[in-house]
């Protein structure tokens, strides 16, 4: 009965089956044999079907073990998931850079690191830019395997590692565009890449330009209403009391409108100095203005970038990659009008006070920007090959990194000011100002410029043999620089630093088997190794951190995998953390849960040079089962627990919590409104962290392959045959018989993965 099932899911007929298996019909006894026929020629074969797609050509089964696939990894550790070509496709996405984006949710790891690993055909790469590009349809394979293997490619066990197999022979080129809107309006966006790949086994050449734009999204474009300002701005004008605001403006007003008055707005004139009635009427109601068009909930964005890639054999049997990248940012985001507060005298003629008071206003209809640019050179060699029955790796990257930030945060108002104050009866100050009376600009300016450069070899080999097999060694040496210098000009007051940092570090993991079932050590135990790994390095500006980590992964039958490991490491905060320009940004929404309303403040962004380094442990434990086979039926499951002292982070939402116990982040006025906030990042004592993750991956071929129709075809007939099918399906009342039955579904042969808790299948066609 469940081969009959399968026979149906495989897409082959009862009556397909019975076909092929029924055995030709005998002649009755009671007829006379028939002569034998005249000997013939046999009849001519008939080619064999073309295949309808690619995919029938990947039938082929493979004999031996797992790793004998090419481009496998150089561990023994079975993949968690892997993607056949249908599979990749069944994502909808054109180059690696955006599978991985879409794989995010089950290569994503809770040990520490976000991003995975990267491999090409089971070897390192010089940096993701070399694959990030390459569209999918040049991939044979994609596995995903667990943190373990990251340590004999020379990487922390904080990661886990996605090798990507591409086809052997491939040719394209492909051009795209894309544009796009949301149906609100607003936010266009639009893109262009021209791409062009070629491989030839070992040799590959890939060139990359493409250019992305979208347009800025304004919050008038989503009626949002802006948080008002701390002082009542508006494009006509409010009066408040010389003090500042919650002051009271005149005691005569106050007399004429019956109540002390603390903000006025400035009523309409046709050209006419006011008088004080003319205020009594906007007693305590402000003029406020909508300056949501001069807002953006999301910044104009423009990229540009180009990528080259090139690789052929070397030196007999060693692969050598060149690559190169260049690519342009640049982006411009809106914080509201610029305000300014004018003192006006009880003398100026135009004023009808009896005290000095703050005229309040916008200037002019034009928004304060941000704008930021920035450029990105990368330059990667990658030597590969084998000698001497090792596996060597040879990496050298350089990388250049500029950016520069322009603030806009207001204007001087002190040439208008100046008139104001003398009393210039040219000059109304409750009339239309135009931008040019005021002084220029104030501009605040952030640059810096990073300079990096790093080699990495890296040696995998086993050193001699066990009982359970040979001990494995991974050695990895490696250098590093990075030179890191900033200016900021903020207020006319301009600030700079220079850091560096030198790094140098060594790496060695052992792989140890214990027990084998192939060479009969401990057979009944099943396949046990231990794995031990250390790390040191030394930073010029830090000193020495080390780490130590160990496990073991254990299968006691195939298709079953548990991992185990420890890990204690330390960590130095990265130069930028230290040394990153301090920038303000005027006008930031920010909620602040003390009052319970949003508020605008000024922000306060960059390096922190106070941050000490922090110590992370890490348990973790790992299950990786294949249920079934036919249809392939995985289930993964990883419990993380991590305790994190001295953590890095940036100081998360502004509660009552945080702000007690990080106080000097933040600034309130005398009415205990939120005026700034300093987000640099800080050292939390502790984090505690636990992480449960499971997940189901099944795979359900939509169409058998020649392969798969002939091994069911095999176990068809060893389970009985048409016989069996009768004594299933034989007569229940009625005639009895095998129905014949027909159907046709597009599909493919290749497995499908399911994502995280779920099962997916690949799409017809």
């Known amino acids: 009965m469940k081969r009959f099932l399968a026979a149906l899911l495989l897409g082959v007929s009862p009556a397909a089956l019975l ?8 002649p009755a006894p009671s007829q006379p044999p028939r002569a034998a026929p005249a000997p013939q020629a046999p009849p001519r074969q008939a080619p064999p079907p073309a295949a309808e797609d690619e995919e029938d050509e990947n039938a082929i089964t493979v004999t031996g073990s797992r790793r004998a696939l090419p481009g496998s990894v150089i561990v023994d550790i079975a993949p968690e998931v892997t993607l056949g070509p249908t599979d990749v496709r069944s994502y909808g996405v054109n180059s690696v850079s955006q599978l991985l984006a879409e794989l995010a949710p089950q290569t994503g790891s809770g040990r ?11 070897r390192r790469i010089s940096s993701l830019r070399e694959i990030a590009d390459v569209p999918t349809e040049a991939i044979q394979r994609v596995e995903i395997l667990p943190e373990e293997v990251a340590l004999s490619y020379g990487y922390p066990a904080d990661q ?18 894309a544009a796009g809107v949301s149906t609100a309006g607003g936010g266009e966006s639009g893109s262009a890449d021209l791409n062009l790949l070629r491989i030839r086994g070992p040799s590959r050449l890939n060139f990359d330009v493409r250019y992305q734009r979208s347009a800025s999204l304004l919050e008038s474009q989503r009626d949002i209403i802006p948080s008002q300002p701390r002082l009542p701005f508006d494009f006509i004008g409010n009066v408040t009391g010389a003090g500042g605001p919650g002051t009271e403006i005149d005691p005569a007003l106050s007399a004429l409108a019956g109540e002390i008055v603390t903000v006025a707005g400035v009523p309409p004139f046709a050209g006419a100095a006011p008088v004080l009635a003319d205020f009594a009427g906007t007693a305590n109601i402000a003029n406020v203005s909508d300056i949501s068009r001069y807002r953006t ?24 990659t060149l690559n190169a990248s260049l690519q342009a940012n640049g982006s411009e985001a809106l914080s509201g009008p610029a305000g300014v507060s004018l003192l006006l ?9 009896g005290t000095e008071v703050a005229l309040n206003r916008y200037v002019a209809e034009q928004g304060l920007s941000q704008r930021a640019a920035g450029e990105t050179g990368h330059a990667g060699v990658t030597l590969n090959g084998d000698h001497a029955g090792w596996h060597w790796n040879l990496t050298a990257n350089y990388d250049r990194v500029e950016s520069r930030t322009t603030t806009e945060r207001g204007v001087d108002p002190f040439p208008v000011q100046l008139r104001i104050g003398a009393g210039d009866p040219s000059l109304d100050p409750f009339g239309p100002i135009p931008a040019y009376l005021y002084g220029p600009l104030l501009v605040d300016r952030a640059r810096s410029l990073s300079n990096s450069g790093n080699f990495q070899a890296i040696a995998n080999g086993n050193l001699f043999d066990l009982p359970g097999g040979a001990l494995a060694a991974t050695f990895k040496l ?10 900021t000009i903020r207020a006319g007051l301009t600030s700079s630093a220079e850091l560096a940092r030198e790094d140098v570090n060594g790496q060695v993991t052992l792989n140890l088997p214990i027990t084998s079932r192939r060479r009969h050590f401990g057979a009944a135990i099943g396949d046990l190794s231990a794995n031990f790994n250390f790390t040191a390095r030394e930073l010029s500006d830090f000193g020495t951190i080390t780490t130590l980590g160990y496990g073991l992964t254990w299968r006691p039958r195939d298709g079953i995998t548990l991992l185990w490991s420890m890990s204690d ?5 990265s130069v930028q953390q230290l040394g990153n320009p301090q920038i303000l940004t005027p006008g930031v929404p920010v909620f602040d849960y003390v009052t319970g309303e949003t508020v605008l403040v000024t922000r306060r962004d960059g390096g922190n040079p106070d941050l000490a380094g922090d110590r992370r ?4 434990i790992g299950l990786n089962a294949t249920l079934l086979r036919e249809p392939q039926l995985n289930f993964t499951a990883n419990y993380v627990r991590t305790r994190t002292d001295d953590a890095i982070a940036s100081l998360p939402a502004a509660t009552a919590d945080i702000e007690a116990a990080f106080p000097d982040r933040f600034l309130r006025d005398a009415d205990g409104d939120l005026v700034a906030l300093d987000n640099r990042p800080v050292n939390f004592a502790r984090e505690n962290r636990e992480q449960l993750r499971w997940g189901v991956n099944l795979s359900v071929p939509l169409r058998a392959s020649a392969a798969q129709r002939a091994r069911l075809l095999a176990a068809f007939q060893a389970a009985g045959g048409v016989e069996a099918l009768r004594r299933q399906f034989g007569d229940r009342g009625g005639r009895g018989g095998v129905g014949r039955g027909e159907g046709r579904r597009r599909g493919d042969g290749s497995r499908g993965a399911g994502g995280q808790g779920g099962a997916e299948a690949p799409p017809s066609g």
């Open 297 to 320: 909930l999301r910044p104009a964005t423009d990229q540009l970038a180009i990528n080259a890639v090139y690789a052929r054999p070397v030196f007999g049997n060693f692969t050598a």
């Open 112 to 122: 520490g690191a976000g991003a995975p690993v990267v491999l090409l055909n089971g």
């Open 569 to 573: 490491d330390y960590n130095a905060p």
């Open 160 to 177: 886990k590692v996605v090798n990507i197999v591409l086809r052997r022979r491939f040719r394209s080129i492909t051009a795209e565009g």
């Open 19 to 26: 076909a092929q298996a029924t055995p030709a019909p005998q």
């Open 345 to 353: 005298p009880a003398a100026n003629p135009f004023s009808p006070f």
């Open 617 to 620: 442990r890490v348990f973790s």
């Open 478 to 487: 490696g250098a590093a620089a990075l030179g890191f210098d900033t200016e």
